[in-house]
């Protein structure tokens, strides 16, 4: 397709259970960020690669939480023995080789995790 | 470390009518400027952005924000607001020198009455 996708859009999951949410990036795009949203407020950035490598991964909010793009494409968010307080909107961005933060950053329509 | 701060959390307007969404920052080193708009369920669109230059900047759907960098300040305006505007707008910041990490505000929502 030709913008960035996110999958599932909706995702129920019990406390306890382990979740994964998928990002297919614009095709040929280096860069790929994860953003987590809660309810009311703005993005908060937790991870970012450049192709499969890792480049910063400060904003993930605890070990339960793992990113991975093993062939510098798709990327995919775990979240491990999920809790109440990781429901969010999590929104995948990807942005085109070269000017660093000069780049647009295009972003999916997110994965909204709800966890009861 | 960056900081954004949305000054408003809710603004409404009358259609036709001008409208302001104020966006404050805080940084300690140089930064680019961004405003994005997100409608219901979807994800973020930019609006537009600054990185240097001319300090008025134009963006999509008649959007324009100016940079004010002694008010550290990147308010965004449309002399003329429709329904189809109503959304939430978010303003964002990133460090000159590094790929792109954003640091975003909470959020304006405009909503236009008829």
């Known amino acids: 397709g030709a913008g960035v996708s996110q999958s599932p859009r909706y995702k129920v999951a019990k406390r306890g259970q382990d979740v994964a949410l998928r990002c297919d990036p614009i095709?040929?795009?280096?860069?790929l960020f994860w953003y987590q949203q809660a309810l009311g407020q703005g993005p908060e950035f937790l991870t970012y690669?450049?192709?499969?490598?890792?480049?910063?991964k400060s904003g993930l909010p605890s070990d339960r939480f793992f990113a991975e793009r093993p062939e510098g494409s798709v990327s995919t968010l775990k979240i491990q023995r999920t809790q109440k307080e990781d429901s969010a909107v999590y929104l995948c961005?990807?942005?085109?080789?070269?000017?660093?933060?000069?780049?647009?950053?295009?972003f999916g329509a997110g994965t909204r995790l709800s966890v009861l | 470390a960056q900081s954004v701060t949305q000054l408003d959390s809710q603004v409404p307007v009358f259609e036709e009518a001008p409208v302001e969404l104020r966006c404050n920052y805080s940084?300690?080193?140089?930064?680019?400027l961004f405003w994005y708009v997100q409608y219901p369920n979807q994800g973020l669109q930019l609006l537009l952005k600054?990185?240097?230059?001319?300090?008025l900047v134009k963006g999509i759907n008649g959007f324009e924000a100016e940079f004010n960098k002694s008010q550290t300040s990147f308010h965004l305006r449309k002399p003329s607001v429709h329904i189809s505007d109503t959304a939430e707008y978010f303003c964002?910041?990133?460090?000159?020198?590094?790929?792109?990490?954003?640091?975003f505000g909470d959020g304006t929502t405009l909503t236009v009455k008829p």
């Open positions: 940084s300690s080193v140089s930064v680019y």
């Open positions: 600054y990185l240097s230059g001319s300090t």
């Open positions: 690669f450049q192709n499969e490598a890792q480049l910063d």
């Open positions: 964002a910041v990133s460090d000159t020198t590094n790929a792109g990490k954003s640091t």
């Open positions: 095709s040929g795009h280096v860069s």
């Open positions: 961005a990807s942005s085109s080789p070269g000017q660093g933060a000069k780049n647009i950053q295009y």
